[in-house]
């Protein structure tokens, strides 16, 4: 992965972004949290009523995909601005979590299943 890919430089990039408009005063953790899940919102839309084939079908689409990565995006650019607004290493964060979730989910138990961890056995 190229340096500029790395979560710290995509940071670094939507801040630049963000402070070149003065936008930072409106960055607040709860104004983030808020446009996050609006941003969840219109990527859960572009799925909303659409069957596995329609979703394949949408996915094969140039149109489709071109919306999907721009939501997709804008997620990540909420989530890296929560991030820097909250003083959260998201990078520390998601290893983690998988460590965490290691413990939760061990192989033998969770393999090819989709049960919740406090009904594993």
């Known amino acids: 992965m190229a340096d500029?890919?790395?979560l710290a430089a995509l940071q670094r990039l939507?801040?630049?972004f963000r402070d070149e408009r003065a936008w930072q005063p409106f960055h607040t953790p709860k104004n983030l949290a808020m446009a996050?899940?609006?941003?969840v919102g219109e990527l859960q839309e572009l799925f909303l009523w659409k069957d596995e084939a329609?979703?394949?079908s949408a996915?094969?689409?140039?149109?489709f995909r071109a919306r999907l990565q721009e939501e997709m995006a804008d997620v990540l650019i909420f989530l890296l601005y929560l991030a820097e607004a909250a003083g959260v290493d998201l990078s520390a964060?998601?290893?983690?979590k998988i460590r965490h979730n290691q413990e939760k989910y061990p192989v033998a138990q969770s393999y090819?299943?989709?049960?919740?961890?406090?009904?594993?056995?």
């Open 59 to 63: 996915l094969a689409a140039k149109n």
């Open 112 to 121: 090819g299943r989709h049960t919740k961890y406090t009904d594993l056995t």
């Open 14 to 16: 939507a801040v630049a």
């Open 54 to 56: 329609e979703i394949q």
């Open 93 to 96: 964060a998601v290893r983690a």
């Open 4 to 6: 500029q890919d790395t």
């Open 36 to 39: 996050l899940a609006i941003e």
